[in-house]
């Protein structure tokens, strides 16, 4: 039976966890001030029970941050350097994803993981494949959303495909979407999930 009544994430106040996880290629600079203006719209819209944690990929996955105060999200998030030349989406998802796993969960929280990304992969290696992070996403108690820059549909249209496997929402950022709007957009569309719950 259910323990508790029929809410939206918003108004039960359930603690939110998201981690961004920015391409630090070198392929990015170009979009850094929408990178910072996502992150901005984001942590405005966003309740008090929120945490942020920030990590970058290129060549490898790095937790950078587990605790950044929201005041202070777009900051950490102008002061990445964009100039590695590999780039393994993939084996980054799937690594951030082991990370958050090794992160205690607080209470009844949410989690959310944000790529962003121009979803151009180079990735010699190919330590983790398409298929296989796509088994992993379906199976995450962790919710993927995307945030695509540039023009490359073929790139976007996989990185979107990931997302919708999760139940995530998947935007592209340009000319008929703001950055930050973008990130005030997925901010507002969590908190109107519903959540309830149940005594086992």
């Known amino acids: ?7 939206t994430v918003r108004q039960a106040g359930f603690p939110v966890t998201w981690m961004l996880l920015v391409d630090n290629s070198n392929s990015m600079p170009p979009f850094r001030e929408e990178v910072v203006a996502f992150a901005e719209g984001l ?3 966003c309740g008090e029970n929120t945490r942020f944690l920030l990590a970058t990929f290129g060549d490898a ?4 941050a587990e605790d950044v105060p929201a005041d202070q ?14 780039t393994r989406l993939h084996s980054s998802m799937d690594q951030a994803l082991d990370a958050f796993d090794a992160i205690p969960r607080q209470g009844e929280e949410l989690r959310g993981l944000i790529v962003l990304s121009d979803a151009v992969q180079y990735d010699p290696q190919a330590s983790v494949s398409y298929e296989e992070l ?3 996403i379906n199976t995450s108690d962790v919710m993927l959303h995307s945030v695509g820059f540039g023009t490359d549909a073929a790139a976007l249209d996989s990185l979107a495909s990931l997302t919708d496997a999760s139940g995530g929402v998947h935007q592209v950022v340009g000319s008929g979407l703001p950055a ?5 957009a997925l901010a507002e569309e969590t908190g109107r999930l519903y959540v ?5």
């Open 43 to 45: 942590a405005a819209a």
């Open 73 to 86: 999200l777009a900051a950490e998030m102008a002061a990445i350097p964009m100039d590695e030349t590999v």
């Open 196 to 200: 309830t719950s149940f005594s086992l």
């Open 61 to 64: 996955f790095t937790l950078t």
């Open 180 to 184: 930050a709007e973008a990130g005030a």
């Open 134 to 136: 796509l088994e992993r």
């Open 1 to 7: 039976p259910a323990s508790g009544t029929l809410q």
